[in-house]
């Protein structure tokens, strides 16, 4: 067992938060600024430095890529927007209190032959050195920023920008070959030869990609607007519910389906309008989903997850001591809320170590959505009751939050939403509730009953009132009182008890200590 898996051992998922510590909290604030071919944006971390709050984040599309392939040179209408980004986000920046802000410019800046000159603009109108880096380097930080969400993960990262896309395998929390090739989809639109000369270079390219890169058969995470636009579009064509980008799964098959729905549907700005898409990405989605297509019949992985997280937070892990780069990132941001935003801090620690017996034979991962539940049981107090259930479902589900799958988050939200609400029933989230089945769905109502009934009998932190025994086979639920504790066992909880007990189908027996 280690720090990671003992939430008992200092510095472990509930020993001291490594966002206390000084190194950590210098990391607090820090604001990157990535130009990229299609778009300039800024994005200022805030928060718990391992899963940090997007304090700011903006975005200019600017297109500077757009005609290179003819011209070699930036769009000069996108080369003054993106200038005059630049220098709104040094203002902005200085606003903030930041000291710096680290910029990096990508595949147009570094195959423009005024690139360097537009890199010397940046620096005389704003002060700001723009870092222009090669194709494996932005390979490298984009499947860092992989790693910020998912650490420890393995598979194939693919980040598609306007001009370039970048292939890089990760394992075991580091970042192995990679390359660079020019399969952006600005580049596709001046490629001679119409669509079966882009199809016949695609195809060419990808398999000399495949040769370097070898076999890939593992989890493929995809980087990149054009790749989100794409999952929306297949979360439209499917009816999903939960309109979450971050770790969105799509199959091999379901991208091969969304490719033929894109390219045989009548009216792209419709279907642009429906999927909440902007014009100038829904332009270069056709070709981006080519790009796709050919990329999942190449490596063939046994899924596919879209990454929210790329370059820009791949910049902050660069940043990150080891230390905190092994940080679980939910647990932390769950510590760093509960520090900001409970009652109690503290006690989500004691909840846990009270309602954890109910779940002895549960697997890590179940553990670990539960120690998270109980850090965030009371950070959204301050909600109307009316709504406060359905509040913590929705914050739950919708957060921005590294290192959950969406099952993950319907489980943790409807945990949190028992802790408030007897019932799930009759909600605007229902349509949700499906993304889990039955069973997992009455495991959660069991954790939330677990904390609901748990917060009635302690007040302080680090009080030594009483402890549960299950026992599963005779279905017998046993709580022992410390005396202490008898007078907080009043008719509300006793009730909340009972329900706690009905949904484990169990019987309920209660015991006083003695001192």
Known sequence: MNALTDPHQDGGLFGRPLFEDPSARALSRVGVVDVGSNSVRL??????????????????????????????????????????????????AEGMGLSELSVVATAAVRDASDGAAFCADVLRETGLTVRTIDGREEARLSAQGVLLGWPGSYGLVCDIGGSSMELAEISGGTVGRRMTSDLGPLKLQGLKGGKKGRKAHIKAVMETMQAEMGTQRDRLFLVGGSWRAIARVDMHRQGYPLHVLHEYRMSPRSVQKTAKFIAEHPDHEALRSACGISST?????????????????????????????????????????????????????????????????????LLYQFIEPLFKSAPFARKRLIKAACLLHDVSWRAHPDYRAEVCFDNATRANLGGLKHAERIFLGLALLHRYSNKREGTHFEGLYDLIDARTQREA??????????????????????AFRWFPQKKVLELHLSPDAMPLFGEVAEARLNSLAASMDASVKVKRRRR
């Open 43 to 92: 994005v200022v971390f805030d928060g718990a430095a391992r899963s940090p709050a997007y304090f700011y984040n903006e975005k200019i599309m600017c297109a500077l890529g757009s005609g290179l392939s003819d011209t070699g040179h930036l769009n000069p209408q996108g080369r003054v927007r993106a200038l005059n980004a630049l220098i709104r986000f040094q203002c902005l």
């Open 445 to 466: 109502e069991i954790v939330g009953k677990a904390m609901r009934f748990g917060a009635m009998m302690w007040m302080e932190k680090d009080a030594e009132r009483g």
């Open 281 to 349: 990405r829904m332009a270069l989605v056709p070709l981006a989903v080519e790009v796709l297509a050919r990329l999942v019949k190449t490596f063939r992985p046994k899924d596919i997850a879209v990454s929210s997280y790329g370059i820009r937070e791949g910049m902050l892990y660069e940043q990150m001591p080891q230390r905190l780069r092994d940080r679980d990132p939910l647990i932390e941001a769950c510590r760093f809320a509960e520090a900001k935003d409970a009652r109690m801090p503290g006690f989500g620690k």
